[in-house]
T-cell receptor
Framework: SQQGEEDPQALSIQEGENATMNCSYK?????LQWYRQNSGRGLVHLIL?????REKHSGRLRVTLDTSKKSSSLLITASRAADTASYFC????????????FGSGTRLQVQP | GAVVSQHPSWVICKSGTSVKIECRSL??????MFWYRQFPKQSLMLMAT?????????EQGVEKDKFLINHASLTLSTLTVTSAHPEDSSFYIC?????????????????FGPGTRLTVL
């Protein structure tokens, strides 16, 4: 079963704007990861944030984690048409289950 | 970096045939491999967890007799879709975890293969 939900399900913005995606989860985690997937392709690992971290940056990406609210957000700044893809959060649970549990995903469309 | 490959990248088959998909960790030994399935415009759903040398653990609702998983070595796991039907058409993705400290990877890290698109006619 899926760990949680992402919102929005779909997001359409203009090039240069910022895109924010949110992820909520249900149980305690070791870490939370964000992935990108271009249509029909494999996953690209973007960033991992551990449960004891609150914010992490990588290039134009900024991820926050609020374990009290069981939520995370991914911010892509100065978006580009090439950022068009689906974005998934995935949680590594504390319960010992070793597989990642994926959120429902956000489809981002960046208009040139 | 750690690389996981899948073969084939895509396959088209007739209904009723069996299809085998291979997942290989190329530069590390994977104690655990995972198989996910993704239907169009949906998220990845875990099908089963495969541990080297032991039987796979299947998620609820996944038929173990239909989706045969073999993890015979530390670098190879196979998923066989038996008697495939059109509803089995999907994108199948594997991932691998080294699972031991002191190895190539941060032992808890998981690496994904590029996926296999299965189309059953």
């Amino acid at each position: 079963s899926q760990q949680g939900e992402e919102d929005p399900q779909a997001l359409s913005i203009q090039e240069g704007e910022n895109a924010t995606m949110n992820c909520s989860y249900k149980t305690s985690i070791n870490n939370l990861q964000w992935y990108r997937q271009n249509s029909g392709r494999g996953l690209v690992h973007l960033i991992l944030i551990r449960s004891n971290e609150r914010e992490k940056h990588s290039g134009r990406l900024r991820v926050t984690l609020d374990t009290s609210k069981k939520s995370s957000s991914l911010l892509i700044t100065a978006s580009r048409a090439a950022d068009t893809a689906s974005y998934f959060c995935a949680t590594d649970l504390s319960t010992g289950r070793r597989a990642l549990t994926f959120g429902s995903g956000t489809r981002l469309q960046v208009q040139p | 970096g750690a690389v996981v490959s899948q073969h084939p990248s895509w396959v088209i088959c007739k209904s009723g045939t069996s299809v085998k998909i291979e997942c290989r960790s190329l530069d590390f030994q994977a104690t655990t491999m995972f198989w996910y399935r993704q239907f169009p415009k949906q998220s990845l759903m875990l099908m089963a967890t495969s541990n080297e040398g032991s039987k796979a653990t299947y998620e609820q609702g996944v038929e173990k007799d239909k989706f045969l998983i073999n993890h015979a070595s530390l670098t190879l796991s196979t998923l066989t879709v038996t008697s495939a039907h059109p509803e089995d058409s999907s994108f199948y993705i594997c991932s691998a975890r080294e699972g031991v400290a002191g190895g190539l990877t941060s032992y808890n890290e998981q690496f994904f293969g590029p996926g296999t698109r299965l189309t059953v006619l």
